[in-house]
């Protein structure tokens, strides 16, 4: 293999696992639970909990897949460095990882709108254009992001703690509520066929909650021992998301019933008005600001560390590979990927371009559940801490595969369209640049 050299630009190693899941844990919780418990309470009733246990088995074989292969190759570039790895086509690794910068660019537009919103209300700020809030706000995670890791780690850990805190919350107050319920009440009366047919599409509504593995695998050249450190995060964030989950979806169930949850607009907020109608209205906007501005934080770390890791790889611009001299943080990405999200959140509402990149990303899933098979059976390759049966990245890749045909083929046709759309625009700018490009998009593994 290449040796690498000494200008090779290099990440410094400053995470252990229990920042690691932390990482992970902040990247699954978001507000976006607060109203899928609603959603899929309408399709299984009181068995709304079994919605979210099927979703982890089936999000844990790719998570079981991304675990693997971040302990083998920790790398900044994530997907687009592996898939490079496994299939050798500079083609492929380039729109597998702009498909996966552009669901992160998307969903920090989304959020940093949301953040805004919420800020303007709560702070009486209704004078300030949201926009100017939401580039302010983005600035500021610009800046946290630039000043290092441990920074934004720890600014994570508080998000994620109050993440956590408020759902914890919602269990503790609804605790006494348990038994009242049944849980394994459907919304109608039917045969086993159609319940395993809710329960599947249920699944695929609450499978979205898990994902965490991009976001995992971009900071692995950042993790201590990543051999050791990466699976233990990755998989030990899920279990954690798993338990609260269904700890939240059986409180739910048991303080309100399935069929108000299903059609309140804030279906969390009807179970605490009913368990705390003492609690100010204000504690669920604060924890709501958290939960997004988490999310935001943690796509502008991935979305940093991935441009920059595709520009070490040669499939972006070299300046792109730039560290701080002093903070060691690829600054120069931060600033592109600020740039662009401010551009993006400008535009208005982004939520049909949100949803075209989550079919984008489905498609990577996929091929990282391929790559894991190739490189699993490759000689050479750095040994595998941990060794899976290889049905686990059959069944992951497949799983994928299907929710991306299923996601792609229900609902609006706008999403699927703009996917596509989007798709073409990447390969066009991949031949458009090519020229720019090293022959050689894989970059060699640190020497032990």
């Not at 804030?266 to 604060?286: C, F, H, I, N, S």
């Not at 560290?323 to 600033?335: D, I």
């Not at 970059?443 to 032990?448: D, I, N």
Request: proline letters at 5%.
């Amino acid at each position: 293999m290449t040796q690498q050299t000494a200008e090779t630009p290099r990440l410094l190693p400053t995470m252990g696992a229990g920042m690691l899941a932390l990482y992970g844990l902040g990247s699954m919780l978001g507000a976006g639970v607060y109203g899928l418990v609603g959603k899929a309470a309408g399709m299984l009733g009181g068995m709304v909990w079994a919605s979210f246990l099927i979703a982890m088995v089936a999000a844990l074989l790719t998570g079981l897949s991304y675990a693997s292969l971040g302990s083998r190759y920790p790398r900044a570039g994530g997907a687009a460095y592996v898939i490079q790895r496994a299939f050798g086509r500079p083609m492929l690794s380039y729109v597998a990882g702009l498909c996966v910068v552009a669901s992160g660019l998307t969903s920090m537009a989304t959020g940093s709108r949301i953040v805004a919103t919420n800020l303007q209300a709560l702070l009486g700020l209704e004078g300030v254009p949201v926009v100017l809030i939401a580039v302010l706000y983005l600035a500021a995670l610009c800046a946290v992001v630039w000043r290092g890791l441990r920074e934004s780690l720890w600014f994570n850990a508080l998000c994620t703690l109050v993440e956590a805190a408020g759902l914890i919350l919602v269990i503790v107050l609804g605790a006494r509520f348990w038994g009242q319920a049944d849980l394994l009440e459907l919304p109608t009366e039917q045969d086993w066929a159609v319940t395993g047919l809710l329960l599947t599409q249920s699944a695929v509504l609450t499978f979205f909650a898990f994902l965490g593995f991009e976001d995992t695998l971009n900071v692995s050249e950042e993790v201590k021992n990543p051999a050791r450190n990466v699976p233990l995060g990755l998989i030990g964030a899920m279990l954690g998301a798993t338990v609260l989950y269904l700890l939240i979806a059986i409180t739910a169930v048991s303080v309100v019933h399935w069929q108000v949850l299903a059609s309140a607009p804030a279906p969390l907020g009807a179970v605490m008005e009913r368990a705390a109608p003492w609690m100010p209205a204000m504690v669920y906007t604060v924890i709501t600001i958290f939960a997004v501005a988490n999310t935001a934080l943690i796509n502008f770390v991935m979305g940093s560390r991935l441009v920059f890791g595709m520009a070490r790889q040669g499939l972006l611009p070299q300046v792109l590979t730039k560290l701080h001299p002093t903070r060691h943080t690829p600054h120069v990405a931060a600033v592109a990927i600020f740039i662009v999200a401010s551009v993006l959140l400008s535009l208005g509402d982004v939520s049909q371009l949100a949803a075209a990149t989550v079919i984008l990303l489905l498609g990577v899933f996929t091929m990282m559940n391929l790559a894991q098979i190739a490189l699993a059976k490759r000689d050479g390759e750095p040994p595998a801490p941990i060794r899976l049966p290889i049905i686990v990245p059959i069944l992951g890749g497949l799983i994928c595969a299907v929710l991306l045909v299923v996601r792609a083929a229900t609902g609006e046709v706008v999403a699927p369209l703009i996917a596509a759309g989007l798709l073409l625009f990447v390969v066009v700018m991949y031949f458009l640049t090519r020229h720019t490009h090293r022959a050689d998009a894989t970059e060699p593994l640190p020497s032990s």
